[in-house]
C-alpha cells in the first residue's frame, strides 16, 4: 500500500500489440505511460525535476514554479506542486486541447496562453520571460534543458523496459517531444544492448500531433544528442490520427494522439524485419482529446 500518490508514478505495464501488428516474425511491445496517476509519461519528469530542484537547494515554498508545457508535464508539475505545496505557473500554447487546460486549473496551476501559432516555441519563450523578469519569485524548471529529464528514464523507463521484456529488446521506437524519454531510456537500454537499434519519431511540420515536435521546424531542444539515433522517421497527422482511432478500436487501447504515432512508426519498422523484438511507448491515454478530432470516426 502507498502511502502518498507520487509513489504510483513509474512502473506502468508494457503489453503485447496483437491485431495492429503487420509481421507475425516480429513482437512489438508497448509501455502503457497512461498508468501514471494523471494519466502520462511527464509525470516521471514532473516528479524528477521537482526533487532535484528541491535535493539541489534551490526550490523552496516561496518559488513559484513556472514551465512551458504542451500540456502533459505541466499537469504532472501541478499535480506534484498540490501535494507539497508549491505553487505552480503554466505558459501553454492556445492550440492545446480544453481538457488540458482545465486540468491544469482543477488543479490549481496558474495558466498563461500564447498563441496557437507560435506552437510550444512561444510558450517556451514566455516562460523564460516570466522567470527572467522575477527570478526572486520564480524557478524555471525547463524541461527541454534540464538534466532531470532524461535521468529519469534512464534510472526508470529503460530499467523497466530491460526487466519487463527479460532483455530482449531489438529496437526501441519513441516519439520526440523533449526527447528526454529516448535520450534516457535509449541510453540505459543501449548500455545493456550495445545492438540495440533506436528510430526517433516526428510529426510532420504544422502538425496537430500534441505534445511532439518536427525537429525541422522546432526549437531543437539541448538535451537532445543525435548520436544515440540510429533512424529518423516523420509521422503525417492522417496517419498518426487513424492508427490512435485503430488502437482503441482493434487493440482496446484508450490512447492519445502520439501513441498513434508510435504505434504507426513501429509497425513500419516491424515490416521490414525478418524477426526481432520491438519496443514503443504510448505516452498518455485518450480523455485529454476527447474535444479534438481524434475519435471523430469516418
Known amino acids: ?26 513482437t512489438i511491445y508497448a509501455k502503457l505511460e497512461g ?46 506542486g498540490a501535494m507539497k ?6 505558459t501553454i500554447s492556445e492550440r492545446a486541447s480544453p481538457e488540458r487546460i482545465q486540468i491544469l486549473r482543477a488543479l490549481g496551476a496558474d495558466v498563461v496562453l500564447t498563441s496557437a501559432a507560435g506552437g510550444s516555441d512561444e510558450a517556451w519563450d514566455k516562460a523564460d520571460e516570466i522567470a527572467r523578469n522575477d527570478p526572486e519569485r520564480y524557478l524555471r524548471l525547463n524541461q527541454y534543458t534540464n538534466r532531470y529529464n532524461p535521468l529519469v528514464h534512464y534510472e526508470t523507463t529503460g530499467e523497466e523496459i530491460w526487466r519487463q521484456t527479460d532483455g530482449r529488446v531489438d529496437v526501441l521506437v519513441v516519439g520526440l517531444g523533449t526527447t528526454g524519454t529516448i535520450m534516457g531510456a535509449g541510453q540505459r537500454l543501449r548500455e545493456y544492448n550495445p545492438r540495440l537499434y533506436i528510430v ?43 492508427m490512435a482511432r485503430r488502437l482503441c478500436l482493434e487493440e482496446g487501447l484508450f490512447v492519445g494522439i502520439s501513441a498513434g504515432t508510435a504505434m504507426y512508426a ?33
Open 266 to 298: 513501429a509497425a513500419e519498422v516491424a515490416k521490414r524485419l525478418s524477426e526481432g523484438t520491438i519496443v514503443t511507448l504510448f505516452p498518455d491515454r485518450g480523455e485529454k482529446y476527447l474535444s479534438t478530432s481524434l475519435f471523430d470516426l469516418p
Open 200 to 242: 526517433a519519431v516526428e510529426p510532420q511540420a504544422k502538425h496537430q500531433q500534441q505534445g511532439l515536435r518536427n525537429m525541422e521546424t522546432s526549437r531543437i531542444p539541448p538535451i537532445l544528442d543525435w548520436r544515440l539515433i540510429d533512424e529518423r522517421l516523420v509521422v503525417l497527422d492522417e496517419d498518426a490520427f487513424r
Open 1 to 26: 500500500m502507498g502511502e502518498r500518490i507520487l509513489e504510483t508514478i513509474g512502473n506502468t505495464p508494457l503489453v503485447r500489440i496483437n491485431r495492429l501488428n503487420p509481421n507475425p516474425h516480429v
Open 85 to 90: 505545496g508549491y505553487k505552480v505557473l503554466i
Open 35 to 80: 498508468f501514471n496517476p494523471l494519466g502520462s509519461v511527464k509525470e516521471r519528469i514532473a516528479l524528477a525535476m521537482i526533487e532535484g530542484a528541491e535535493r539541489d537547494g534551490v526550490l523552496t515554498k516561496e518559488k513559484v514554479i513556472v514551465e512551458s508545457s504542451s500540456g502533459n508535464t505541466g499537469i504532472g508539475l501541478a499535480m506534484i
